[in-house]
Nanobody
Framework: QVQLVESGGGLVQAGGSLRLSCTAS????????MGWYRQAPGKQRELVAA???????SYADSVKGRFTISRDNGKKMVYLQMNSLKPEDTAVYYC?????????????WGQGTQVTVSS
């Protein structure tokens, strides 16, 4: 069974930094696209950053220049470095793994980690 485990959330003041980590248990990590999503209270879950299996990153406009996504295929981990945090970044952050193996698509989620940015 695939398991994604996030860590690194917490409480930080505006302007501060946090680094989120996500560990995957699956051997298909290297062929997976990995992403970080977030969901604030009363809002829909939104994509924050993603990285393709080849290592190409993409970001939501709201976090460009502040967040950096990276992956380590050897450790089966994906990271989200968050700098210059703002109160509006407060949300539960979820790790996502998706891709296709032969004809089967997969889409897995972690349990989420809370990030709270105080003003």
């Amino acid at each position: 069974q695939v398991q994604l485990v996030e860590s690194g959330g917490g409480l930080v003041q505006a302007g501060g930094s946090l680094r989120l980590s996500c560990t995957a248990s699956t051997s298909i990590f290297s062929i997976s696209a990995m992403g970080w999503y977030r969901q604030a209270p009363g809002k829909q879950r939104e994509l924050v950053a993603a990285v393709t299996s080849g290592g190409s990153p993409s970001y939501a406009d709201s976090v460009k220049g502040r967040f950096t996504i990276s992956r380590d295929n050897g450790k089966k981990m994906v990271y989200l470095q968050m700098n210059s945090l703002k109160p509006e970044d407060t949300a539960v952050y979820y790790c996502n793994q998706k891709g296709r193996l032969f004809s089967n698509a997969f889409d897995y989620w972690g349990q989420g980690t809370q990030v709270t940015v105080s003003s």
